[in-house]
């Protein structure tokens, strides 16, 4: 099943998604409004607000009192994207130029920081404390998963655990604001709302774990970036932790760590990668977590969205599979 089918029944909803999107870009201050129009046409697919809205939809559906929080929660995603790539120096991002090489570091890292205090006016105007301390909380967490990927930049001595962490930090964080947000703005009972936070985490480290993979198998025609983006800044990431775990004394990544201008080790870590049994045990971790997700839904009302957030799950983890 593609995206468009799994997000018909919302469709009306995630158009009012865009038409907030495009109010965030319209303000009277001509250097902000160019860099935002940019930012804000920059493509993705929605899943954060998409994810809100499935999940308000079990109980007291109301999408005026939802949209604030759709609308922020997408750009809280930009945000961490515009902070990344300025980070990593990244010049490609969906398939186009990055706001920090078009524009600058200076002007990247103030358009990122203007969108993290839009996205938390936003959610203020839900006057809903729960998920107003939400956002600050997640925010939080994600920092905390960018300064533990930074500190772990060229380092072979890592673990899953800390991988598991940093990503549960950077991806599940977002994706657990939405779900447990759009449950709380529905007044879900607290144990949905724990059913929807749990589903929100695991589809998160699924999805990570999947864009990881893509990063070794993909081309950069579908990824919109260089294939081995992440081995090029130093991070390491499941495929490439699983190739280190089974060739302990010879591979490829520790050459690219120690000497980190030879870059031709990217590709000789890719094609190790490729040729192995790696691919296969990351998609089958990701699909543990696709059941870990969707293990709880079942206890909540049979409808429409409870099988959308079903099929949105498959769709994750079956991307190229």
Do not use: C, H, W
């Given at each position: 099943m593609q995206l468009t089918e799994i997000y018909q029944p919302i469709v009306q909803e995630l158009e009012d998604v865009e038409d907030?999107?495009?109010?965030?870009s319209v303000i009277d201050a001509p250097w902000m409004e160019e860099l935002l129009a940019?930012?804000?046409k920059g493509g993705g697919k929605r899943l954060r607000p998409a994810l809100a809205i499935f999940s308000a939809k079990f109980y007291d559906f109301d999408m005026p009192r939802l949209l604030p929080l759709t609308t922020s929660v997408e750009l809280m995603h930009m945000a961490t994207l515009v902070h990344d790539d300025t980070i990593d120096k990244s010049n490609m991002r969906w398939g186009r130029e990055t706001i920090n090489k078009l524009w600058g570091?200076?002007?990247?890292?103030?358009?990122?920081?203007?969108?993290?205090?839009k996205a938390g006016a936003l959610t203020a105007s839900t006057e809903n404390l729960r998920v107003i301390k939400l956002l600050s909380e997640t925010l939080m967490v994600i920092t905390n998963g960018e300064l533990a990927q930074s500190a772990s930049a060229f380092a072979l001595?890592?673990?899953r655990e800390h991988y598991y962490f940093r990503i549960s930090c950077k991806t599940a964080a977002l994706f657990v604001m939405a779900t447990e947000s759009g449950a709380v703005l529905s007044n879900a009972p607290e144990k949905s709302i724990k059913i929807l936070h749990d589903y929100g985490y695991n589809l998160g480290v699924a999805f990570q774990?999947?864009?990881?993979?893509?990063?070794?198998?993909?081309?950069?025609?579908?990824?919109?970036?260089?294939?081995g983006s992440d081995l090029a800044q130093g991070t390491l990431t499941l495929p490439g932790?699983?190739?280190?775990?089974?060739?302990?004394?010879n591979n490829p990544v520790q050459k690219?760590?120690?000497?980190?201008k030879q870059t031709e080790n990217?590709?000789?870590t890719i094609e190790m990668v490729r040729n192995s049994d790696i691919i296969g045990k990351c998609f089958d971790i990701a699909a543990e977590y696709k059941e870990k997700a969707c293990r709880g839904l079942r206890n909540l009302p049979a409808n429409e969205s409870r099988e959308s957030l079903y099929n949105l799950a498959d769709f994750i983890v079956n991307r190229r599979r």
């Open positions: 907030g999107l495009k109010a965030v940019y930012a804000l570091m200076e002007k990247a890292i103030l358009l990122g920081d203007y969108l993290f205090a001595n890592q673990s774990i999947i864009d990881d993979i893509l990063d070794y198998i993909g081309t950069e025609k579908e990824m919109g970036k260089p294939v932790l699983m190739l280190v775990e089974k060739y302990p004394l690219l760590f120690a000497d980190r990217i590709a000789k």
